[in-house]
């Protein structure tokens, strides 16, 4: 048995015996009991969110005059809060702006991590909208051992695979917290702002943090909702705090924004939408997603064939191999 069947063994055993009915999605873990994975449609319904059906997906088509991605056939991209109101502004040709996000913890993205790129680069250019990618090298500082230098080392690898995605250069602005909060006012403004607005409580129960957890991690979560408002970046959007953003990213995700929305109507800001993407399953077994912290669980961008046939999990029968390349080649294709 492999040591990263091991883990994945392990965030099972220790689920308790709610999360066994109830999948454990987070920020920082992702597990579920079921060898199906993560149950989306439960999923919804916990986290508040709707469901991206076949009228939203025909509506997408209408208003881009494009057929819509193979993401949204699919299912991948499964959840939204608030489509239809940035479906409302391209009507209407007013202007939102797209924001997702990476935080860099290895050398090289994986393919889990290239589906949120690759769907806002579409609606990128389905929609013509500027784009705002942040890097959360700070984070990965607070979570990971990692020093400030290596976590901003690994935040310039990092966007080295963004840019090769072919984002439109002139729209869309890629930063790195620990380079561009010293140099915003307005964006450390709007983290202060924010923080001022949640207390402790609401962060631990969000988040699950508790009485051990440094107070860099409780401040966190307003680094990742500063974004979510155009007045953080006046050199693109002049100075306008109106500008509605739209956040495509995994479902993990979700608590940052659900903390973000309650937030913003509190400040004079709109409320973020999002598109919630699924996980792309760990080459394990889809109990879990791959992560850039088990090298195993995944497939980097600079992997060679060799080093991806070594990763090939020997202990999963041929049903479960096979249930696992289909789920893998149907995003993907």
């Given at each position: 048995?492999?040591?990263?069947t091991?883990?994945?063994?392990?965030?099972?055993?220790?689920?308790?015996?709610?999360?066994?009915e109830?999948?454990?999605?987070?920020?920082?873990?992702?597990?579920s009991?079921?060898?199906?994975g993560?149950?989306?449609?439960?999923?919804i319904?916990r986290?508040?969110?709707?469901k991206v059906?076949?009228?939203l997906?025909?509506?997408?088509?209408t208003?881009?005059?494009?057929?819509?991605?193979?993401?949204?056939?699919?299912?991948?991209?499964f959840?939204?809060?608030?489509?239809h109101?940035?479906?409302?502004?391209?009507?209407?040709?007013?202007?939102?702006?797209?924001?997702?996000?990476?935080?860099?913890s290895?050398?090289?993205?994986?393919?889990?991590?290239?589906?949120p790129?690759?769907?806002t680069?579409?609606?990128?250019?389905?929609?013509?909208?500027?784009l705002?990618?942040?890097?959360?090298?700070?984070?990965k500082?607070?979570?990971?051992?990692?020093?400030?230098?290596?976590a901003s080392?690994?935040?310039f690898?990092?966007?080295?695979d963004?840019?090769?995605?072919?984002?439109?250069?002139?729209k869309t602005f890629i930063?790195?917290d620990?380079?561009?909060?010293?140099?915003?006012?307005?964006f450390?403004?709007?983290?202060?702002?924010?923080?001022?607005?949640?207390t402790?409580?609401?962060v631990?129960?969000?988040?699950g943090?508790d009485?051990?957890?440094?107070i860099?991690?409780i401040?966190?979560p307003?680094?990742?909702a500063?974004?979510?408002?155009?007045?953080?970046?006046?050199?693109?959007f002049n100075?306008?705090?109106?500008?509605p953003?739209?956040?495509?990213?995994?479902?993990?995700?979700?608590?940052?924004?659900?903390?973000?929305?309650?937030?913003?109507?509190?400040?004079?800001?709109?409320?973020?939408?999002?598109?919630?993407?699924?996980?792309?399953?760990?080459l394990?077994?889809?109990?879990?997603k791959m992560s850039a912290?088990?090298a195993?669980?995944?497939?980097?961008?600079?992997?060679?064939?060799k080093?991806?046939?070594?990763?090939?999990?020997?202990?999963?029968?041929?049903?479960?191999?096979?249930?696992l390349?289909?789920e893998?080649?149907?995003?993907l294709?």
């Amino acid at each position: 048995m492999t040591e990263a069947t091991n883990d994945i063994e392990k965030k099972v055993e220790n689920m308790t015996t709610k999360n066994l009915e109830e999948d454990v999605v987070n920020p920082w873990e992702v597990a579920s009991s079921s060898d199906k994975g993560v149950d989306y449609d439960k999923l919804i319904k916990r986290f508040g969110s709707s469901k991206v059906d076949e009228e939203l997906i025909k509506r997408i088509e209408t208003v881009t005059g494009k057929p819509a991605h193979h993401f949204l056939k699919r299912g991948v991209f499964f959840s939204q809060r608030d489509m239809h109101q940035i479906l409302n502004l391209a009507e209407q040709k007013k202007p939102f702006f797209l924001y997702t996000g990476r935080g860099p913890s290895s050398e090289a993205m994986h393919l889990g991590h290239l589906i949120p790129f690759i769907f806002t680069k579409w609606l990128q250019e389905a929609f013509d909208v500027p784009l705002v990618i942040q890097l959360t090298d700070d984070e990965k500082f607070l979570w990971k051992d990692l020093t400030l230098e290596e976590a901003s080392r690994l935040s310039f690898e990092n966007a080295k695979d963004i840019i090769a995605l072919g984002f439109d250069v002139e729209k869309t602005f890629i930063f790195s917290d620990l380079e561009y909060i010293a140099q915003s006012p307005a964006f450390y403004k709007n983290m202060l702002r924010t923080q001022k607005l949640v207390t402790y409580n609401q962060v631990k129960g969000i988040f699950g943090f508790d009485d051990s957890t440094c107070i860099g991690k409780i401040s966190f979560p307003s680094i990742q909702a500063a974004p979510s408002f155009s007045s953080s970046f006046p050199q693109i959007f002049n100075n306008k705090t109106n500008i509605p953003c739209l956040i495509p990213c995994a479902i993990d995700q979700d608590p940052y924004f659900r903390m973000t929305r309650d937030v913003a109507p509190r400040l004079g800001y709109i409320k973020p939408a999002l598109m919630h993407s699924t996980f792309f399953p760990a080459l394990q077994g889809a109990q879990t997603k791959m992560s850039a912290s088990d090298a195993n669980s995944s497939i980097f961008l600079t992997d060679t064939d060799k080093q991806i046939k070594t990763k090939e999990p020997n202990d999963l029968d041929e049903r479960k191999k096979s249930v696992l390349k289909d789920e893998h080649t149907d995003i993907l294709q």
